[in-house]
C-alpha cells in the first residue's frame, strides 16, 4: 500500500443509461462495497475537514481517482469510522466484482464499467499506484494471478526470442516473443491444459528444444494428476511440438519416457540436449534419496536418461543414472535437503578458457536456511553420457546468478557474514540465445528469470560469459541501451577532496540506468578501510526516502538496500551498473555480483541520484545516469 498522492480530479457524478442496463452501481452509494478484485489498495489519511456526511469528500476523491486510472473498473472507499480493524483506503478493482453491503464504505463504478475488459477481465493490471508499477520489465496480467511463475521454457528460434512463464491459474504458459530482447510481445497461452490419460493439469515447468527435424517442441510434467499409474504424481515426461513458427499452435501429447519415483515432486526437467557423441540426452531433478519425506541428506540429485532420438520412431529412451548428485549451497553452513528444482543445464559459453567444454548447471534452491528458492550454480565438466564433476576446492566452481534473497549478518565478511533467508526477487531461470542447443553449440548465453513472487515480472536479460580465470560473468545485454533517452548521460565526477556531491534529477522519470566507476586508494590498506560508498537512487523531494546501492569494503559486501552479496572481482576499481524501474532494482557490481531487490517508493518524485561514500581522496567516483524510455 502507498500513501495517497495529490492529482487533479475529474468528478463524474450522473449515472449512465448503460451502467443501469447492465445493473452496475455507478455511484457514489454509501452502505456497499463492490468486494475483491482489487490491485490498487492506497492507504488514505483524510482530514476531520471531510468527515461530513460520512466522509462523503474523501469518497468522491477515491471515485475520481478511480476515473483517472485507465485500469480502474469500480473502487471501494472505506472510511475512518471502521477503526483499526478496517482503516480508511481506496480500493481499485479491475472488474466489476458483487456488490455487497458494508455499514462504512462507499462504492460506485466509472464509465468504462460496461466495457469488455470489465466485464470479463483478463486478469488484474500490475499492482499499486502507477508511480510504482514497472515500466521496462514485461509483465502480462497472468502474472500478476498467484501461483508459480518460473521461466517454464525458453527459446531463441529463427531469430526471434521466446520466453514462456508460467500462469498455472490462468491454465498454462504464458508466451512471450522478441526480436531485440528489449520489446517483448504477448502471444497469450496456448501450452495449456488438455484431457490426458493422466487427467487434465496444468503444464509445470519444463522446457523448448528443437527436434531433429528442426521442429521446436515443448516439453514437461503435468504438475499433478488424478490418474497417475500407481500414484498421482506417476505421469510421463511429454512434448508438444510447434505446428506453426510463431509458435502459437502445438500437436496433441506426444510422451517420451515415463518418470515414477517414490515422492510427489515436481520433476522438472532440463532441456535435453545432442552432445558431442550424437545422442539426445535429458535430466530430470529429484532428490538424492528417493525416499517418500525429506530432509534428504544427500540433497538434490539430476536423473540422466539417453535417446538416439528425441521422439518418433528412432527414440529409445533410457535411463542412465545420477548425473549429479549435491546437498551444497553457497553459504559454508547451510546444505539442501530436498530435491533441486526448475534446473537448467548450459555450455559453451562464450569467454570459457576450455573452449566451450565447462558447463553449468543451475538450481533454484530453496533448503532450510538458503536460498529462497533463488538461482544458483556449479560449474564443472562432463563427458557425453558421464557424470557431471565439480570441483570442489576451486572458489569460482558455485555461486548465485542473483543475491537478492540475502542480507547481512553482522558475523563475517563476504560470504560469511550473509543470511539467505530473505524474500527473494530474481528465481527460477533459464538461458536462451544464438543455437537451441545451449550445451554442446558454443554460441551466445542470455539468462533470464521469475522476479519477484505475485505480483510477477519477466527479468532484464543478462549476458553470461567466463573470465580467464574461469568466473561466471555476467552483464545487462547491450541492447537495453536502446532505452536511453539521450545520447550523452548526466554525470558526475569526484576526483579531488571536500568536492560537493550534487543530485542528479532524473524528472519525471522513475526509469534509469546507472554507471558508476569507483577507484579506492592503495593507501587505504595502511590508513584504515573507508566507510561504505556508492550510489543514492530513488530519492525523493523530501528527501525522506532513497535507496543506496553501495560497496562495504570491511564486510566484503555488495549493499543494495538492506540485501546484500559478495563483493568479487576485487576492491580497487568497483564497477557499478544498474537499472532502476520504479520499485524494481537490479544491480551488477564487477559483472560478477548481481542484486535484485523490491523497493517501496512513496511518491512520484523518488527520481534523484547522487554519489555517496566518495571523498576524492581514498575513494574517487564517476557516476553516468541516463533516463530510459518505457518498452
Known sequence: CFPKQKM??????LPLAADLALGLDPGPTFGKDYSGLDYNITLWHSPPSKAANNWQAAALECQAYCDADVNCCSWTYCTPEGGSTDPERCCLKYGVPKELSAPTHWTGTPPRATSPECQNPPGPPYPGPDFAV????????????SGWHDIAGALTFKN??????????????SHAASQDLVHWEDRGIHIKAL??????????????????????????????????????WDVPLELRCAQNENLTAWSDPIYIYDVFFNRALPYDPVRPWIDFDGKWYSTIAMDGCNQTQVPCAAGGMEELWTSPALHGPNANWQRVGPMFVSNRTVLPNAF??????????????????????????????????????????????????????????????????????????????????LDGTAS??????????????QVAVNGRRVIVGWLGDTPAAQSLPRDLSFSRQGELLQQFVPELQMLRQQAQPWQHSVVQPEQSLPKIKLDPTMQAEIVAEFHVAAAAAHVGVPGPFGVTVLENANGNFSVQLGVDLEQELVLVGPRAGPLL????????????????????????????YYAAPPDATCSQVSLFGVDGALVKGKLQAWALNSI
Open 8 to 13: 487533479m480530479f475529474r468528478l463524474l457524478l
Open 134 to 145: 514497472p515500466k521496462l520489465h514485461f509483465s502480462p496480467k497472468c502474472l500478476h494471478v
Open 160 to 173: 526471434t526470442h521466446h520466453v514462456f512463464q508460467g500462469c498455472p491459474v490462468s491454465g498454462g504458459w
Open 195 to 232: 484431457p490426458e490419460p493422466w487427467g487434465t493439469s496444468s503444464p509445470c515447468s519444463g522446457f523448448v528444444t528443437v527436434d531433429d527435424n528442426g521442429t521446436p517442441c515443448a516439453g514437461f510434467r503435468q504438475c499433478s494428476s488424478d490418474k497417475g499409474l500407481s500414484h498421482p
Open 336 to 417: 539442501l535437503d530436498r530435491e533441486f528444482v526448475t534446473a537448467g543445464y548450459f555450455g559453451g559459453v562464450p569467454g570459457d578458457p576450455l573452449g566451450g567444454k565447462t558447463r553449468v548447471f543451475t538450481n533454484n534452491v530453496a533448503g532450510p536456511e538458503c536460498c529462497s528458492g533463488t538461482t544458483g550454480y556449479f560449474i564443472g565438466l562432463q563427458e557425453n553420457g558421464g557424470p557431471f564433476v565439480v570441483n570442489w576446492t576451486d572458489p569460482n566452481s558455485m555461486g548465485m546468478i542473483d543475491w537478492g534473497a540475502f542480507k547481512p549478518n553482522g558475523k563475517g565478511r563476504g560470504v560469511l557474514g
Open 424 to 437: 527473494r526477487g530474481f528465481s527460477m531461470a533459464r538461458t536462451l540465445g544464438s543455437d537451441p542447443n
Open 569 to 596: 572481482g576485487g576492491w580497487t576499481t568497483v564497477r557499478l551498473h544498474a537499472i532502476v524501474d520504479h520499485s524494481i532494482i537490479t544491480v551488477i557490481v564487477n559483472n560478477r555480483t548481481a542484486l535484485t
